[in-house]
T-cell receptor
Framework: AQSVTQPDIHITVSEGASLELRCNYS??????LFWYVQSPGQGLQLLLK??????LVQGIKGFEAEFKRSQSSFNLRKPSVHWSDAAEYFC????????????FGKGTTLSVSS | EAQVTQNPRYLITVTGKKLTVTCSQN?????MSWYRQDPGLGLRQIYY???????DKGDVPEGYKVSRKEKRNFPLILESPSPNQTSLYFC?????????????FGPGTRLLVL
């Protein structure tokens, strides 16, 4: 079955340190991939997406993600984490590339320590 | 401002008492969907609608109904809520963003069924 896997349930990073959140997808030779962020009590906000082209994509809030076909991965990175980045992060794949069949990973909760 | 709105944001009810969660979008999107989010399970799709009067089941439709009588609204109906429907619910609509189709999410409705 198609799935999106986020291996880390919870990560704690010191403020100012770098961050990498892992995501592995299982479907499609040319996947449509997304990262969403959910701040406490808030809805989901789209951080970035990969549809095709450059495998390193830039998003909002200083985030970037790199698509690696050989590893079926789409890891999210940020060079310097701020306390306001504490949130839950979801990786998702659009199975029909039309925005109607999103499957989500189970999420990674990011805590930021001072 | 382009947005997806949901009401109510918080709801406590008792088993068996019918309830409706409303969802409205002002972006003239054809596609709308409902998800539920549970700890450790990520987001799972309940129902979706490709257009007015066109709805279909997602991954976890049991115990839910939807209707799509007009493009902007997509209410979620729980005819006889049960405690296992206690969850955080998100409505979403699909539109163009960052060069491709993606889904915009509402702020969420937190439901507790006693």
């Amino acid at each position: 079955a198609q799935s999106v896997t986020q291996p880390d349930i919870h990560i704690t990073v010191s403020e100012g340190a770098s961050l990498e959140l892992r995501c592995n997808y299982s479907y499609g030779a040319t996947p449509y991939l997304f990262w969403y962020v959910q701040s406490p009590g808030q809805g989901l906000q789209l951080l970035l997406k990969y549809f095709s082209g450059d495998t390193l994509v830039q998003g909002i809030k200083g985030f970037e993600a790199e698509f690696k076909r050989s590893q079926s991965s789409f890891n999210l990175r940020k060079p310097s984490v701020h306390w306001s980045d504490a949130a839950e992060y979801f990786c998702a794949e659009d199975l029909n590339q039309a925005g109607t069949a999103l499957i989500f990973g189970k999420g990674t909760t990011l805590s930021v320590s001072s | 401002e382009a947005q997806v709105t949901q009401n109510p944001r918080y709801l406590i009810t008792v088993t068996g008492k019918k309830l409706t969660v409303t969802c409205s979008q002002n972006m003239n999107h054809e596609y709308m969907s409902w998800y539920r989010q549970d700890p450790g399970l990520g987001l799972r799709q309940i129902y979706y609608s490709m257009n007015v009067e066109v709805t279909d089941k997602g991954d976890v439709p049991e115990g839910y109904k939807v209707s799509r009588k007009e493009k902007r609204n997509f209410p979620l109906i729980l005819e006889s809520p049960s405690p296992n429907q206690t969850s955080l619910y998100f409505c979403a609509s699909r539109g163009q963003a960052l060069g491709g189709e993606t889904q915009y999410f509402g702020p969420g409705t937190r439901l507790l069924v006693l």
